[in-house]
């Protein structure tokens, strides 16, 4: 029997990707490896942090009203459409999900493991290993004060299987298909069992972790098609179980939350908390000069100018584990080029990405040339550990691919093949300097070695609206890709997968994917990471740090969000008098 608990003592490895609570002893945090080195002084400065006592809260006041832009710890804001977790399709609403439901297991960002002290779920056991997960959950309640319990799971499961593809998480552990069937046991006990045996892991970090439970009591006088209709209306979200419930959504303009009194976790340290709706850079910049945003993300392309912004003070946030991309469409005959690997490999080939961090992300970002997070390095295989990959920069090497696949440089510099010169248009989101400098760079290095990369520009919105219409004629996009805590590549690359926009398709993808899943250990990760990286599915591309600039009135903002994209509301809080007056 495998059980996963929050009193385990168990020191992870690399077939061991859990780890006990935050609040549990020090000690459970020891030798864990050197890949683990540089994050675990991060961590216990947040263990520190959220298991505080009365002498810690005695320092802070109510902050009153928060007003932050939408995408703290993501990029340039957009608007927040969609508060159902099961139909979030961008990062900016998931945000929104995330503060207002409690998942069942809590999966922390700098580690890749689960933290038991913020997950419903207080024990997952496996008895079969691979088949069989028997769930128990510790007390939690909605903020109406009823219980959650396994029904409010089973009743998820139900939506899940009623939305099908239009569930946002469609196939990512294997989810809806790979479950047999679900069983409440008792109010605080559930069991799930698979069609097949799989990786344990896998499932859990990319499959079980999706039956967040929904408040069925609530709910259940819905059916399926109304709770879709009604994923924008603030009212009918009035019950939740996160730290946040919304309180009004001003379309176009604002979201606001206010806290859950019933949320047991921990106090929040202010009254509202306020997402705009900030399209633009320089917009965010001067919201935040004239005090009406609490907190941005450093623009890049204004970094200088922020830097020293008075009454204000910057925190540098570890680099998220996902990465940006150019998506290629492979259903349009235009560009019937990018189905051929050597094309998809010269383009990767060309892009400088260390000099593109240096020039463009001020030093702050990581290289991606394959679909792992490369910090913390969990998943790697060693080669690329050691930073050996199918691709890298080489321009002489993207020349010679683009020659061998029969492209020869025509009268105006651009390489073609059967009169077909190799261009296409790129889909540009407005209102970030930082993507219209990496855009620029982009077209260059591709330049250089024959290939024409035209600009067009967009709306985040109509871009999304693009993507998910699998008939539109887009050529190539770029919109930056999360990675799940077990990056399998089952949304991103499967054949017909949620997240495979572009259309790509490949038998021995398709695969290396189902390996992946099904067999133990990572030689299965191992194999498809490495064949992703040489098929460049999307052109993978480096991934900037983030900072975020905060009012001087403002404590733990280094701790609002971690790498996964997880909130901690209840960072955030304000001196108290005496020490503004010290100040």
């Known amino acids: 029997m495998d059980e996963l608990s929050d009193n385990s003592t168990d020191e992870p490895g690399p077939r061991d990707l859990f780890v006990p609570g935050f609040c549990e002893p020090a000690r459970h945090l020891g030798n864990t490896g050197a890949f683990l080195r540089g994050i675990l002084r991060p961590a216990l400065i947040m263990a520190a942090m959220f298991c505080v006592t009365g002498p810690a809260i005695a320092d802070t ?54 933290d038991w002290s913020r997950s419903i779920a207080s024990t997952v056991t496996s008895p079969d290993n691979g088949t069989t997960y028997d769930v128990k959950m510790r007390p939690w309640v909605w903020s109406d004060g009823a219980s959650v319990t396994s029904a409010d799971v089973a009743y998820t499961w139900g939506l899940i299987k009623a939305f099908g593809a239009t569930y946002s998480g469609y196939g990512a552990g294997g989810m809806p298909d790979v479950v047999k069937q ?29 039956l967040l439970p929904l408040p069925m009591h609530v709910w259940k006088n819905f059916t399926p098609d109304q709770v879709f209709e009604h994923q924008s209306d603030v009212a009918f979200f009035h019950v939740v179980d996160g730290p946040l419930r919304p309180a009004a959504l001003n379309i176009g303009q604002d979201l606001v939350f206010v806290p859950n009194p019933k949320w047991p976790f921990a106090r929040l340290h202010f009254d509202r908390l306020i997402f705009k709706f900030v399209h633009s850079d320089g917009q965010t910049v001067e919201q935040f ?121 025509g009268a105006d510099g651009v390489m073609q093949k059967h009169g077909q010169r190799l261009s296409f248009t790129y889909l540009d989101t407005v209102g970030s300097g930082l993507e219209a400098q990496i855009t620029l760079l982009t077209q260059s290095y591709l330049r250089q070695i024959g290939i024409e990369m035209n600009v067009r520009e967009m709306e985040f919105n109509q871009v999304l609206a ?18 799940s805590a077990y990056p399998t590549g089952e949304v991103s690359f499967k054949t017909g997968s949620f997240e495979n926009s572009g259309g790509y398709s490949d038998p021995t993808m398709d695969k290396l994917i189902d390996e992946s899943t099904t067999e133990s250990g ?37 701790h609002f969000t971690d790498q996964l994209y997880n909130y901690y509301p209840e960072a955030l809080s304000c001196p108290a008098p005496a020490q503004n007056a010290a100040r």
């Open 466 to 483: 693009l993507l998910n219409n699998p008939h539109a004629d887009w050529e190539a996009t770029g919109l930056g890709a999360s990675i």
């Open 182 to 210: 679900l069983t409440i046991v008792s109010p605080e006990e559930f069991q799930v069992v698979l069609k097949h045996q799989v990786n344990r892991q896998w499932f859990i970090l990319n499959g079980l972790v999706q």
């Open 61 to 114: 006041q109510n902050c009153g009203t928060l007003i932050l832009p939408s995408g703290i710890g993501i990029g340039t804001g957009d608007d927040i459409t969609n508060f159902n977790p099961l139909l979030t399709d961008s990062l900016y609403n998931q945000e929104a999900a995330d503060l207002m439901f409690q998942p069942l297991i809590w999966i922390n960002g700098a580690t890749l493991r689960i």
């Open 522 to 558: 990572l030689q299965g990760l191992y194999a498809y990471e490495i064949y992703a990286s040489a098929q460049q599915p999307v052109i993978f591309m480096e991934r900037e740090g983030v900072a975020i600039l905060a009012q001087n009135r403002i404590k733990g903002a280094a």
């Open 289 to 409: 000069e004239d005090g009406e945003l609490d907190l941005i993300n450093v623009p890049f392309g204004l970094w200088n100018a922020v830097q020293h912004l008075p009454h204000s003070h910057t925190v540098i946030l570890p680099t998220p584990l996902d990465y940006n991309d150019i998506v290629l469409s492979f259903r349009n005959p235009k560009v019937a080029f990018f189905r051929d690997v050597r094309v998809r490999q010269a383009m990767e080939d060309a892009i400088d990405q260390k000099q593109m961090i240096q020039l463009v992300d001020h030093g702050l970002g990581e290289a991606h040339w394959g679909p792992m997070p490369v910090f913390p390095p969990t998943f790697l295989t060693p080669q690329m550990r050691a930073g050996h990959y199918p691709v890298g920069y080489d321009p002489a090497h993207a020349r010679a691919l683009l020659k061998d696949a029969g492209f020869s440089r």
